[in-house]
Every structure is written in structure tokens, then in C-alpha cells.
């Protein structure tokens, strides 16, 4: 058995996961020695441990863990991963992204992929059907737009996100909505439609806090996997056990 740990900007989801099956997961505010004390009790067969982490690791919890897992795996640009890494600055890549195209790959072995990430920010990653990762893009998410519309005039509202925004804003308020909901739905239409010029066979996993709440509204088959990050991690483990 696993133990599957995803640090991100605003949250921790851990998860447990029997070969490639999730038996349940946690999401935490910050994880303490604690947490992952509770976990290993109750699934006592946990041999091996990934941790991804785009956010700050806590030094007590990574000193616990690698006393726990002599093998543990702190996901990086050195480690090994069961598909060709295009990326040319693997420094800098995120372990999130990086997770997000090995639970691509695990959901749809030998086909285009386009995995859109909408959360705090939006990432764009393509993986082609011979397993070759080509990169991708990152932009401003969602609340990050609304948040940046307030931070830099003087009378722009801070708005939240709501139900589906008309085209043509009515007041201001209306209007940022508009420009930031619709913006957003068009930004993921269009790069949908510019990857599938050349990969008419395209499949697409969208993830993240603003998944659900967009594929609604964008206007293709789109696999909505909240979990990608953490089966991502669970592949790449996985293939280092081997």
C-alpha cells in the first residue's frame, strides 16, 4: 500500500491508495506529524510514500516521513518518471503538473491528453500518445482574476465566483463577472480547439477547486478527475517500486 501526500499552495490532500485503487483520502488546511500518525495506524500495510509539493513542506513532517520511509520520494525534475520529459527547465516544473501527466497517462494509456488544472492557478499540459510530455502553459485562476481586478484600480469590487455570467454585464459587478468567467471558458475552449487541430482524437481530464463548475459550461466531452494529482503521484511511485 501507498501513502500518496500532494502539498499545494492552499491545501494537502493525502491519499491511500492498494496498488492503483484510492481507498480513501484526506484533505487538510496543514498536515501535522500527527495526521500522518492517525493514517498509519489505521492502514498498517503502508510500505511506501510520495510526497509532491508545490507548496512548503513542514520540516517536523518530512522528518518524520523519511524516518518512516527510508525510500520515500520527494518528487522533483531528477526523479523517474514513466513517460519522456520534454520540459526544458525541470528545475522549475512543478510537482504538480509533473503528477497531473503521470495520472493522465494512467487514465488514458496511449493517447493525447490535455490536462487543464483550474485552481489557484490554471495549467495546461499536453501529453502526446507515444508518452511524450511537450509542456504546456499557466495563467491567473479564477479567483486570482477577481482578486487582481480589485488590487490594482481604485473602484473595482472584489466579487466572487457565481452561477453562469451573461455575455453583456449589465453593471459592474455583472460585468467583472463576465470578464473573468466568460475569459476563462473561452481561454480553455481555445486552447482545446488549437490542441485538437493536430490531435482530432483528443482526450481532456480537467482538475481542480473550479473544475465542476466550469465543465459545465465549456462545450465538449470533458473527464473531470478531482483525484488526477494524487494518481498521478501513485503511478510515479509506483514505477519507481519496480
Known amino acids: 500500500m501507498n501513502l500518496i501526500i500532494d502539498i499545494g499552495n492552499s491545501r494537502i490532500k493525502l491519499g491511500v491508495f492498494k496498488n492503483n485503487e484510492l481507498l480513501e483520502s484526506f484533505v487538510f488546511a496543514d498536515m501535522f506529524v500527527c495526521d500522518a500518525e492517525l493514517v498509519l495506524r ?9 510526497i509532491g509539493a508545490t507548496g512548503i513542506i513542514p520540516t517536523d513532517l518530512l522528518e518524520y516521513l523519511s524516518n518512516t520511509f527510508p525510500n520515500l520520494i520527494v518528487l522533483s525534475g531528477n526523479t523517474n518518471l ?9 528545475e522549475t516544473q512543478g510537482p504538480d503538473r509533473i503528477a497531473a501527466v503521470a495520472g493522465a497517462i494512467s487514465m488514458f494509456p496511449s493517447s493525447d491528453v490535455l490536462v487543464i488544472d483550474a485552481g489557484t492557478a490554471i495549467t495546461y499540459d499536453f501529453i502526446n500518445k507515444q508518452g511524450e510530455y511537450q509542456g504546456g502553459a499557466i495563467a491567473p485562476g479564477m479567483t486570482m482574476r477577481f482578486k487582481a481586478l480589485n488590487s490594482f484600480t481604485q473602484k473595482l469590487p472584489l466579487i466572487a465566483a457565481g452561477e453562469k455570467a451573461e455575455l453583456h454585464g449589465k453593471t459592474t459587478e455583472e460585468s467583472i463577472k463576465s470578464g473573468v468567467q466568460n475569459g476563462i471558458i473561452f481561454e480553455i475552449q481555445g486552447f482545446i480547439e488549437k490542441h485538437r487541430l493536430d490531435n482530432p482524437e483528443l482526450k481532456i481530464v480537467l482538475s481542480g477547486g473550479d473544475a465542476n463548475f466550469l465543465a459545465e459550461q465549456i462545450n465538449c466531452t470533458i473527464f473531470v478527475e478531482q483525484n488526477i494529482v494524487l494518481i498521478g503521484l501513485n503511478s510515479i511511485l509506483n514505477y519507481n517500486a519496480q
Open 42 to 50: 489505521k492502514y498498517r500495510d503502508i510500505k511506501n510514500c510520495i
Open 82 to 90: 514513466p513517460f519522456k520529459n520534454l520540459y526544458q527547465t525541470k
